[in-house]
């Protein structure tokens, strides 16, 4: 019984070639920081062209309604505050004329008008106090969309859908050169049998017309 020897596997040989650095040349075992800083420098580029816009745009609309809370919001304090200060005059107008039968002393009506002005300002400072939390506050309504790892855009963007395109452009060259050049040396190979035939003939020949 004949047993065939197993054909022995070859294995492949695994080359192992880090790069230089792209920017200033240096081997890669020296690990300098001129790629990682260039990254950094085209990522701040990018992020200026493409999101500066939106960027402004979130900014504005924060902005805008922020200040549209905080004034309704003074508006609330500062009409509570005006509804009291009334009510303070018409109990001034009424104890005035019940135990003098005479007007509120001019006196009183100043510092309830004093009062008014300093309760005023204190709402619009605790108005406008407000607006650090406000300003999160509108600031976590902006939902950021990211789309998912698996999603084309993410998974084959057009820089590498052009780069695979050229890469089988590159590649089908050299198979259409291969190719013409092999069935450039099938027909020399032929053409060189056919010729070796020829001469062989004619040596046949040659030797029965010596031995004539």
Known sequence: MYFREPKPKHRRNIIKMDPDCA??????EMACECEAKGLDVAMKQAE????????????QWVRS?????????????SDQRKTQ???????????????????PHPQHLADAQRQLKEGIDEDWKASVELY???????????ELSLPSNDDPVVS?????????GNRLNVESVPHQVRAAAHQEVLLEAGEAEEEAEVGEDLGVRSMKTAKL
């Open 132 to 142: 650090p939390e406000v300003l999160e506050y509108f600031f976590n309504l902006v």
């Open 85 to 103: 200060h009334s009510e303070h005059l018409d109990q001034l107008t009424n104890h005035a004329y019940h135990y003098y039968n005479a007007p």
């Open 65 to 77: 309604h922020a200040q549209d809370h905080i004034l309704d919001y003074f508006r609330m304090l």
């Open 48 to 59: 200026d062209k493409v999101m500066k816009d939106m960027y402004f745009q979130i900014r």
């Open 23 to 28: 920017i200033c040349g240096a081997p890669a």
């Open 156 to 164: 084959d963007p057009p820089s590498r859908r052009a780069l695979r």
